[in-house]
């Protein structure tokens, strides 16, 4: 999650209503509305309280509406119910992230170091895909070793974005004028995937200085379908035909 940089969590084991919510926070995560993920992630856990993943999923959109003593209860929460599972791994990972914004380093580090054992001892109980083991643990200690803890978030996302290259997932950014709304997203990322030939990471953001329509970044290449976009080129047209 963006200053998070953490991978998108698997998807939880909760009843059907529950998951409902959760996936609207997901929807509403993608749009960088983390308001509305915290109420669907509040109204997942308040639909299934006992599903661990659902109280990591509130934790970090706590943390990103900046609610650091909430985020860490839902975190501790999500232990308390898994506590050797993958919730409790990504869990303590969020109560690392957190105690590195609120400048606790002796509490990241330990946060740090029961997510690196709860992960390996799971990849050794072949309970969970293996991650990275013994490499993110010595990652980890090196990072606390040189105090560069705060550094996590962006290893995070730098990882995330070579796990996407070497799936070919390319990344793409919708630009509107207004919010749009979950078929309007559906319906672009559909498109751009066509345009693109391959699978999108969509990430959506609002600017009314484009009056209407969208822009579309993908790596290196805009395509400006905005409505100031067309006003501008017609400016340079006029003024072109008036030399």
Do not use: C, F
């Not at 990849?123 to 980890?140: C, H, K, M, R, T």
């Not at 319906?187 to 609002?206: K, M, Y």
């Amino acid at each position: 999650m963006p200053a998070w940089g953490a991978p998108p969590p698997a998807a939880p084991r909760a009843s059907a209503r529950a998951y409902a919510a959760y996936l609207r926070g997901r929807l509403a995560e993608q749009q960088s509305d983390w308001r509305s993920a915290l109420d669907s992630y509040r109204a997942a856990v308040l639909a299934d309280p006992g599903a661990p993943a659902l109280h990591v999923a509130l934790s970090e959109a706590r943390a990103r509406t900046g609610d650091l003593p909430g985020a860490e209860a839902e975190a501790r929460k999500a232990i308390e119910l898994d506590p050797r599972g993958p919730a409790a791994a990504e869990a303590w990972l969020v109560l690392g992230r957190t105690a590195t914004i609120a400048r606790r380093p002796a509490d990241a580090e330990r946060a740090l170091r029961s997510a690196v054992e709860i992960q390996t001892a799971l990849a050794a109980e072949s309970i969970a895909p293996p991650p990275v083991g013994a490499q993110l643990s010595n990652l980890v200690g090196a990072l606390v070793a040189r105090r560069r803890v705060s550094l996590v978030p962006a290893i995070a996302g730098e990882y995330g974005r070579l796990l996407d290259r070497h799936r070919g997932v390319a990344a793409a950014v919708v630009t509107s004028a207004a919010p749009l709304s979950a078929d309007e997203t559906a319906a672009i990322q559909a498109r751009i995937e066509v345009l693109a030939g391959a699978t999108i990471s969509l990430r959506t953001a609002v600017d009314p200085a484009l009056i209407g329509g969208v822009t579309v970044r993908i790596g290196d290449r805009l395509i400006d379908a905005s409505v100031r976009g067309r006003l501008e080129r017609l400016r340079d047209r006029i003024v072109a035909g008036a030399r």
